[in-house]
């Protein structure tokens, strides 16, 4: 008999990701993975390979498998882990009804401490955030995108509405809901975490001492998108796992082990509308993802012979004058000359969840009317640099490693470059070329 069912249901497709992946590198696609000895698979079932996966590999389990590995874990991350799980299945439950039920358009009360209009989902998807945190009894101090202040966790009086927070040992730094100004139109959102525990001997009282510190002092970081699919990408400083919500279920499933970003993209990812503020080295970049030119200088930056500035105004248009070189390793789009492709959504979540899987570079560099950029150090720059680098990516402002900056302020900002690794060593680069010129 024909089943008019002949794929599984899905909640049991996820695991069957990981059923089907070898030891070897899957070497295609956006699953492309290596699983290193120890990643835990699932059995199949008795019934056989067609049948439902049984033995189902959930974010939790995931977690408590990693803690015994390593044997001073006490378990509190992955209790952390269970509250900010619980906070993104709901911001997620949230997003899916966003049209039908009354969650939708503006918070009413003014702008949040950026300056934004705050929408009534992002005042929602913060009050899940603070409220499973600060009664999960293992966080310290919350800070997030839409409250000024930090929020420190103390044990509240019996009776208080605060009654059940409990203190902990970490500091969690989030965006409960990133990207909203595309709610209203159903396009990809997140929400983005980073967590640091506190430093020994500390009471978690200290701005400066426990909150304002470098993303290489991070524990965990990870993201959770909320898209044609609700994924949690998660990283706790032994790479990255990317888990998919199932929803019948309510669970995340490892569907991603060990992800790692391409070393090249054929993808640029920018808000061009900011072109008249960029400086020389972020236009020069732009111009070589749409424009790739015949190199004019060898991959030390040596002029190529019969190339002086007369002739080069005339073959190379768009090349900025004096030493800016064009130089062999660069500009020919790897060899190919085909101009990449622009892909920008417009939500942090989205545009890196792409560029993690497909690779090539996201930027919101610093620009002449933005000097520090826009996106946040705390919890957008650093969570996703954490990743990234997990992920063999690079993570750079232009000039400096964006996880070792040490933000002065909650809410201070940076501009950055993240993805494969070549292709944001040559945006470096091209920053380099431009601090040389100044001498
Ligand atoms: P949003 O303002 O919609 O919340 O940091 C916030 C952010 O979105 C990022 O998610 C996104 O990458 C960026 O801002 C988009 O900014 P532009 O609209 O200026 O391109």
Redo the contacts with the bound molecule.
């Keep these: 008999m024909t089943s008019t069912h002949p794929e599984p249901p899905c909640a049991y497709s996820a695991n069957r990701v990981l059923l089907s992946l070898s030891t070897e590198t899957q070497g295609h696609g956006s699953t492309a993975a290596f699983v290193p000895a120890g990643t835990p698979r699932p059995k199949p079932s008795s019934l056989g390979p067609d049948a439902p996966v049984t033995d189902l590999i959930t974010l939790t389990r995931h977690t408590l498998s990693e803690q015994r590995r390593h044997a001073s874990a006490s378990g509190d991350l992955t209790l952390l882990l269970v509250s900010l799980q619980l906070s993104c299945k709901y911001v997620s439950s949230l997003v899916r009804r966003a049209g039908l039920a009354n969650v939708t358009g503006l918070a009413g009360g003014g702008p949040n401490i950026q300056g934004?209009k705050v929408q009534r989902l992002d005042v929602l998807a913060n009050e899940v955030f603070m409220n499973s945190l600060r009664t999960s009894g293992r966080a310290a101090v919350l800070v997030s995108e839409e409250d000024e202040n930090a929020f420190f966790v103390t044990a509240a009086p019996e009776g208080s509405p605060d009654a059940d927070s409990r203190p902990g040992r970490y500091v969690v730094c989030f965006?409960p809901l990133?990207?909203?100004?595309?709610i209203d139109c159903g396009v990809s959102i997140g929400s983005i975490f980073g967590i640091y525990r506190l430093p020994e001997g500390s009471d978690g009282t200290s701005l400066e001492r426990d909150v304002l510190r470098p993303g290489t002092e991070l524990m965990a970081a990870g993201y959770a998108l909320y898209g044609s699919f609700t994924g949690l990408v998660l990283a706790t400083g032994d790479g990255v796992n990317g888990y998919t919500l199932d929803p019948s279920l309510g669970e995340f499933i490892l569907t991603h082990p060990s992800m790692r970003i391409p070393s090249r993209g054929n993808i640029y990812s920018i808000?061009e509308g900011?072109a008249s503020k960029w400086g020389p080295a972020v236009t020069r970049w732009v111009n070589h993802c749409k424009f790739p030119e015949a190199p004019t200088a060898d991959a030390e930056g040596k002029p190529l012979a019969g190339l002086d500035e007369a002739t080069l105004k005339v073959t190379h248009p768009l090349r900025p004058a004096g030493s800016l070189a064009v130089r062999a390793d660069e500009h020919d789009n790897h060899g190919t000359r085909k101009p990449r492709s622009l892909r920008?959504v417009?939500?942090?979540?989205a545009?890196v969840h792409r560029t993690f899987l497909h690779g090539g570079v996201f930027a919101?560099p610093a620009d002449r009317s933005s000097p520090n950029g826009?996106?946040?150090i705390l919890y957008?720059v650093l969570p996703m640099a954490f990743l990234c680098e997990q992920a063999g990516g690079r993570c750079t402002t232009g000039l400096k490693r964006a996880l070792a900056i040490r933000p002065d302020k909650l809410h201070a900002r940076t501009g950055i470059f993240l993805g494969s690794a070549l292709d944001v060593a040559e945006v470096e680069r091209m920053y380099q070329d431009e601090e040389n010129a100044k001498k």
Excluded: C
Aim: without cysteine; aromatic residues 10%; negative net charge.
């Design positions: 934004e965006d990133d990207g909203s100004s595309n808000n900011n920008y417009g939500s942090m979540v545009d919101y826009k996106l946040r957008e």
